[in-house]
């Protein structure tokens, strides 16, 4: 079935380090990928998105790019903020964007 | 963008009873969705709610636990029936095309 696997978190990482949160996916189609997070105490707000194979998103510093060959779509940022610590959750989706399956979410500590 | 508002922000319940969530938008939507994510875990989804037809439901969830309506194409509430412990989470609602768009989700605990 669709799926999305992401790395366990949490990741603690010191302020103006590199990030990276894995993400792969399985899907019977083409799905659209996207990244959303979570602030503490807030809801889903999305990150970034892209449509298809090789298709790069960003937003706010962060990237991500679409994969088919690897089914990828690793989140990176080069410098991280004590800002960006929340919880990020890779996402997959099918069937004229209406239907979406989540990955289990990485929780980001970033250190001052 | 669609703004999406869900109705009550938290609330404890006793076992045993019901609570009806109810989720706005502010546009006509064809689907609206039911998440569940339960403490510290991602997002589950529960059902699909289609205006004019019945909600189809994921594997897991049944409509005797969960009922659904979809009066209109902005509207729909979520009941969880017969509570439990194991039914405290955030409940969330979302629609959207090309990207979906999430209410601020419905805080439940249960006791």
């Known amino acids: 079935g669709d799926s999305v696997t992401q790395m366990e978190g949490p990741v603690t990482l010191s302020e103006e380090a590199f990030l990276t949160i894995n993400c792969t996916y399985t899907a019977t189609g083409y799905p659209s990928l996207f990244w959303y997070v979570q602030y503490p105490g807030e809801g889903l707000q999305l990150l970034l998105k892209a449509t298809k194979a090789d298709d790069k998103g960003s937003n706010k510093g962060f990237e991500a790019t679409y994969r088919k060959e690897t089914t990828s779509f690793h989140l990176e940022k080069g410098s991280v903020q004590v800002s960006d610590s929340a919880v990020y959750f890779c996402?997959?989706?099918?069937?004229?964007?209406?239907?979406?399956?989540f990955g289990s979410g990485t929780k980001l500590n970033v250190k001052p | 963008s669609a703004v999406i508002s869900q109705k009550p922000s938290r609330d404890i319940c006793q076992r045993g009873t019901s609570l009806t969530i109810q989720c706005q938008v502010d546009?006509?939507?064809?689907?609206m969705f039911w998440y569940r994510q339960q403490p510290g875990q991602s997002l589950t989804l529960i059902a699909t709610?289609?205006?004019?037809?019945?909600?189809?439901?994921e594997s897991g969830f049944v409509i005797d636990k969960f009922p659904i309506s979809r009066p209109n194409l902005t509207f729909s509430t979520l009941t969880v029936s017969n509570m439990s412990p194991e039914d405290s989470s955030i409940y969330l609602c979302s629609s959207g095309n090309g990207e979906a768009f999430f209410g601020q989700g419905t805080r439940l605990t249960v006791v």
């Open positions: 546009s006509q939507v064809t689907m």
């Open positions: 996402a997959l989706s099918l069937y004229n964007f209406n239907k979406f399956y």
């Open positions: 709610a289609n205006q004019g037809s019945e909600a189809t439901y």
